[in-house]
């Protein structure tokens, strides 16, 4: 038995403000409990059915509030942000799956508010770092709040809630020095990936092109969790809600997403917000993955996996509405910081589901915007409803806005004041789903399946999609310094594709498999490629061209172009040697938008050269001829007419692009459209289309083709210095 003093020093030792950690030390709750199970919540369930979470978990109660409260005020994840206000409308109501009104009634035009956001920097982070994106919609409909908390990807890492403070850890920079910052390329991270085999479905999509979107109007937008629907017979439908944008989803390229990060940090909210005020408002069409209760086990993943996704080809998706997003914040602290979302604001007809991520997340979004906000976070005006709402129970707490008037703070009373509302006065009321189990930690066997739909996600990307996403991989493990980091993760990626593994393992000094750990049979699913999500007519609406010009530009093809473009609706951007004007060949003056080093080539969608004398001071500025290569290298469209020809051609210099010779009217070569002739003939604009025969046709052509991929297919980007 120790003795008193033995004691008193064993106790002092523990009460040391610094502890330092020998890695054998059981893990243990805050207040000293052996864990046994930290993967697993509480739930009651069985070896065929996932069911609740169980509040009684004090150990996960523990870990997920402690979490919570962490970091204040800033949010803990999803920081960096920006949002804006618009609407939604149905052309098709869903009546026969649910009583909801706000996805029945085809009349109502419900305002929402949506903020995009990154998930791991922090405030002050870039916008265009590799990562997840938040895609958060706020719904004010007539029955209360709806809150749809998604990503811009439709899975998630984890299977239980219980994990996530483990992943937010791990990918936040690590904890001895801050760094990195609003990246993943890291040891702790990719540590964390390595451990969790779960993770490896969403790591592909992190590390495909979807994490690095060309704008938030351009990317989808995921519930990621599953729902449930129900109908006036209470009917249950399980689903899963799509947003896909008109404009067709596109992604920077990873050289130009980091510049960007230096060049403007704001690209992403400065983007969305001149798109909005120039009026041209972003939409989505809303779709609604279903699956029938009786059909929740017809398949070889439980559905309610938010690490897997619902096969198109098994779950179509059925478009139902349109959102759009048409103003601007007044002021971002009070309505886009202030903003507070949580996935447990449902209306009557939408319920919950058993998904073990989602329940977790009920927990933890309340308990995270009283920590945040404060206990009256609701009554912030972009977060109150605008229906009717009183709840006389509810009237005290930090930052009470609301003054109600009365003697009575309880339920029942005498009076039957705020009395509750029955299901026939458009009460809430939860589904009735039976449940059957045994209570302990685990979650169903149909969970533990973690390779297959990565491997299918991974087939079914494009070539070009591929090779972006093997120097992803590359990339953020060549920033692991631990070995055993990238070696490992290095053995995992072969879990998919073999192939893939030993291009990384090779250039990031990882082992190569020599087998691969499990079979790829190399099973295809639709909607997975972005490819496949683009505009239904070519468009350049919205798209960032940039004209240089110096002293002696050729006026008519100068001022020709950039009418044509804004006509179609392009954001034209003069670039000119000096800001405070230039001077054409025939003396007309213009005061450009910004000058050569003020500005550079990442930040637009295009360029166009216009002829004139002025290709003589464009050859000795070592910026202007600089945009051209880089643009080459970032796989942009570039036009160019009469003098300016020779001068795009020189920066390129390569044989295999073949630019318009003195003869030539107009000659398109990987996106380099080039030509000589008449300025009236060669710039009009009659239809545009991969047939299109005028230099200004084709250049729109290939603008909105978003990038010209070929040049990278045939190594000829890399044989260009970016």
Not at 124 to 135: E, I, K, L
Request: hydrophobic share 35%; glycine share 8%; net charge negative.
């Amino acid at each position: 038995m120790a003795t008193n003093s033995e004691s008193d020093g064993k106790f002092a030792d523990m009460q040391k403000d610094t502890v330092e950690f020998d890695g054998k030390q059981h893990m243990t709750t805050d207040y000293g409990l052996k864990i046994s199970d930290p993967d697993h919540w509480l739930r009651v369930h069985s070896e065929s059915n996932t069911g609740p979470t169980l509040l009684e978990d004090q150990i996960a109660r523990e870990k997920i509030m402690r979490f919570d409260h962490e970091r204040i005020p800033e949010r803990v994840v999803h920081a960096r942000g920006t949002g804006a206000f618009g609407t939604f409308k149905l052309y098709e109501s869903a009546e026969d799956v649910t009583t909801a009104g706000v996805l029945t009634d085809t009349s109502r035009t419900t305002p929402l508010f949506l903020r995009f956001s990154t998930v791991q920097g922090s405030k002050g982070s870039a916008d265009t770092v590799r990562d997840v994106r938040g895609f958060a919609v706020k719904m004010y409909t007539s029955e209360g709040n709806w809150d749809i908390v998604g990503n811009n990807i439709p899975v998630f890492f984890i299977q239980d809630a219980i994990k996530f403070p483990d992943l937010i850890h791990s990918v936040k920079p690590e904890p001895h020095n801050e760094v990195p910052q609003g990246q993943s390329a890291h040891n702790n991270f990719w540590d964390f990936v390595y451990m969790h085999s779960e993770t490896t479905h969403m790591n592909y999509w992190q590390m495909s092109d979807r994490a690095i979107p060309r704008s938030y109007r351009m990317m989808q937008g995921f519930g990621v969790n599953t729902y449930s629907l129900i109908n006036r017979d209470g009917k249950r439908h399980f689903v899963k809600f799509h947003f896909t944008p008109e404009l067709g989803v596109h992604s920077l390229v990873w050289d130009e997403a980091l510049k960007i990060c230096g060049q403007d940090p704001d690209f992403h909210r400065k983007d969305l917000i001149s798109a909005i005020e120039a009026g041209h408002f972003p939409r989505w069409k809303f779709g609604l993955q279903l699956i029938p209760e009786e059909n929740k086990d017809d398949f070889d993943f439980d559905i309610l996996d938010a690490t897997k996704v619902w096969p198109e080809e098994l779950v179509p998706i059925r478009y139902i509405g349109e959102m759009e997003l048409n103003r601007n914040v007044d002021e971002f602290f009070p309505q886009t910081e202030q903003a507070a979302f949580c996935t447990s604001h449902i209306v009557p007809g939408i319920d919950f589901s058993d998904d073990p991520l989602l329940q977790g997340r009920n927990f933890s979004y309340f308990d995270t915007q009283i920590s945040r906000l404060g206990p009256n976070w609701e009554e912030l005006p972009v977060n109150r409803p605008v229906c009717p709402y009183m709840n006389l129970v509810n009237r005290d707490g930090a930052m009470r806005h609301r003054i109600t008037k009365g003697t009575i703070n309880y339920w029942p009373n005498r009076f039957e004041a705020n009395p509750p509302a029955s299901p026939a006065q458009g009460g809430f009321t939860s589904h009735p789903g039976k449940q059957i189990g045994i209570k302990s930690r685990g979650l169903s066997e149909k969970f533990n399946e973690h390779y297959y739909q990565a491997q299918t996600f991974y087939n079914s990307l494009s070539q070009i999609e591929k090779i972006h996403l093997a120097k992803a991989f590359s990339f953020e493990l060549d920033h692991c310094d631990d070995p055993i980091v990238y070696k490992r993760v290095t053995e995992r990626v072969a879990a998919v594709s073999l192939e893939l593994a030993e291009a990384v393992a090779k250039n990031v000094g990882g082992e190569a498999p020599s087998k691969a750990l499990k079979a790829n049979k190399g099973q295809k699913a639709k909607g997975l490629s972005q490819f496949e999500y683009q505009p239904t007519k070519p468009t350049i609406a919205t798209r960032r061209i940039a004209i240089l010009i110096a002293d002696g530009f050729d006026y008519s093809s100068y001022t020709t172009m950039k009418e044509v473009l804004e006509a179609h609706g392009a954001f034209v951007f003069t670039i000119g040697a000096l800001r405070s004007g230039v001077v054409s060949e025939d003396g007309q003056k213009v005061i450009p938008d910004n000058f050569f080093n003020g500005m550079r080539s990442t930040l637009f969608d295009a360029v166009f050269v216009p002829g004139g004398k002025h290709v003589s001071a464009l050859a000795k500025n070592g910026v202007a001829k600089f945009w051209i290569t880089e643009s080459f290298a970032h796989l942009k469209a570039i036009a160019g007419v009469n003098e300016a020809v020779p001068f795009i051609e020189r920066q390129i210099g390569l044989e295999e692009v073949k630019l318009a010779d003195a003869d030539s009217t107009v000659t398109e070569s990987y996106g380099v459209v080039t030509g000589h002739g008449d300025t009236a003939s060669i710039l009009k604009v009659a239809d545009i289309g991969p047939d299109s025969k005028t230099l200004a046709e084709q250049f729109i052509w290939h603008v909105s083709c978003h990038r010209n991929w070929q040049r990278e297919l045939d190594g000829l980007a890399d044989q260009i210095a970016a």
